[in-house]
């Protein structure tokens, strides 16, 4: 459970999207190490965000504590799930996309 109000840890989630949205037009197909990176610097940018209303909630925050505790934590989890979610998704990709008849 987390004390957090509801909602708050969306707000730097929907910007990671709109992020990777914009950045994905312009580089016309993800590579695994421009995917790898955004997951830090979004993880990073997320959990900062969160830390930083935290902060203007009047919560009583450690920077050092949370960086050890959560931030690192956090960013370690998503580069480990980060490549099996991609394979899947890769192959469900691949499978749904609609094949070329030539005649």
Known sequence: MSVAPVG?????????????????????GVGVILLLGLAVAGSFFQQMVVWVLFAVLGF???????????????????????LPVYVVLRFVQ????ARRVTL
């Not at 990777?20 to 037009?25: D, E, G, I, P, Q």
């Not at 691949?94 to 996309?97: L, W």
Request: net charge positive; charged share 15%; no cysteine.
């Open 60 to 82: 009583n925050v450690d920077l050092l504590d949370d960086f050890g505790f959560v931030i690192i934590p956090t960013i370690i989890y998503n580069l480990a799930l980060i």
């Open 94 to 97: 691949r499978r749904t996309s």
């Open 8 to 28: 708050m840890s969306s707000i730097g989630l929907i910007v990671i999207v709109f992020a990777v949205n914009r950045l994905a037009r312009q580089v016309h």
